[in-house]
């Protein structure tokens, strides 16, 4: 795992650790983009399918329930994530997912071809993104689909831009980061990943942005706490040594915020992410 040692221990860290203590949140916010992406896949009942940067397996899951005569294999680089993914499946009855630790850059996919790779938010995290294509593409079939959704830009989500906000008031801001550096939102600009896809020696390229609604759970309280939890508040507050306060008072501003999007109890934060396919 070399190549993305940095996301290794990342993922293995507090900070990538809340995917599993704000589980529930975050797979609920994003059920519809889930749905979306699984739904312009078109998959077939007995596709063999490889999702990649799985997590806690909520996208792996999803797509074992879609092909009943097929199986789902999820992939990512955290270990405790995986294991979660791996309870999960287990305590749901799913019996045709199964999980695998690996870097998707460098790892041999070649030996079990799959019909179709998707991927909700996984796919903008690699060090060398045209690398990690074109071995992706040595793990589908002759006629294997790729169809993976990513984050469009933070100015276009307030899921991020406002906790970045609350944190930037509170903590002060951070230098600016190269957009394109691996990260939830480095795949903003269609025309850069295209260019990549392309370079890597795939086809029929598709890329649009996609407007879609994040319904996180438990209504404002409940959607404050999971934004401002994972996301670029937390960077902010790390960077300046915050303390518990601070991530309290961040979180009360956001909650403020975010009764925008409150529609009689329910959370309706809009969102944009960027919706790709291509083929081997």
Not at 18 to 36: F, N, V, Y
Not at 158 to 170: D, H, L
Request: with cysteine; proline share 5%.
């Amino acid at each position: 795992m070399d190549a993305n040692k940095l996301q290794a221990e990342y993922w293995a860290s507090p900070a990538g650790l809340k995917w599993l203590e704000h589980e529930h949140a975050l797979d609920t916010a994003m059920a519809g983009m889930l749905d979306m992406m699984l739904d312009a896949a078109d998959i077939r009942s007995a596709a063999r399918i490889i999702d990649i940067g799985c997590g806690t397996g909520a996208s792996t899951l999803e797509a074992a329930r879609r092909v009943p005569d097929g199986m789902a294999l999820g992939v990512d680089i955290s270990e405790p994530l995986l294991a979660r993914a791996a309870r999960r499946a287990k305590e749901a009855g799913i019996q045709n997912a199964s999980f695998l630790l690996a870097d998707a850059q460098s790892y041999d996919f070649s030996r079990q071809p799959f019909d179709l790779l998707v991927s909700r938010l996984g796919m903008s995290f690699f060090s060398d993104t045209v690398a990690a294509f074109r071995n992706l593409s040595n793990a589908l079939t002759d006629r294997g689909k790729m169809v993976f959704v990513c984050w469009a830009s933070v100015a276009k989500n307030p899921w991020f831009s406002v906790p970045a906000s609350a944190a930037e008031e509170r903590m002060g801001t951070l230098p600016s980061r190269n957009s394109a550096a691996p990260g939830p939102t480095a795949f903003q600009d269609c025309d850069r990943i295209t260019e990549l896809i392309a370079q890597a020696g795939l086809y029929k390229i598709e890329a649009r942005p996609v407007d879609i609604v994040l319904t996180p759970p438990d209504g404002v309280v409940g959607a404050a706490r999971a934004a401002s939890k994972v996301g670029p508040a937390v960077r902010i507050v790390k960077a300046h040594n915050g303390t518990e306060a601070d991530e309290l008072a961040i979180e009360n501003a956001v909650r403020v915020a975010f009764e925008n999007f409150n529609e009689g109890g329910l959370v309706r934060v809009p969102a944009v992410v960027n919706l790709f396919a291509c083929s081997r």
